[in-house]
């Protein structure tokens, strides 16, 4: 059966594979959990109780950017203007954190909600009619 090959390579694959993808790096997860054991970041449940509290919607997703892996300067994905290696202007060995967080409004927007991972700080707000949605004005 023409099957049997297609399994064998695949099972070779996964076997060879896994050592390989298992001595990576931290995982992000891991480095997520390390921030918040170390105090660089707020737990994500108060980011998100933070978010409500300033915007009404459903939560679509969440991000968590470092200035290790690129510089947050724009809004929108590509048009947001990151950068790779550039930093958010902090010293060396000082890494930001910033979480991204995707809403969608009652209205039916999405909204990106860019907010300081350590003070809370809501540092940007971007999408189509993001002030009809903010509780707080």
Known sequence: MRLRPLIGCLLIQLIFGLPASAGNDETDHDRARNALMAGKIASLAKVLEKAKELYMGTV???????DEEKSWTGSG????????????????GNVT?????????????????????????LLAVKGRDSESARRIR
């Open 97 to 121: 954190f910033i979480y991204v967080i995707s809403l969608l409004s009652p209205k039916g927007n999405v909204l990106r909600l860019e907010i300081d991972a350590k003070s809370m700080e």
């Open 77 to 92: 994905e590509e048009e947001l203007g990151y950068q790779e290696g550039a930093g958010y202007g902090k010293k060396p």
């Open 60 to 66: 679509l997703n969440v991000e968590l950017e470092s």
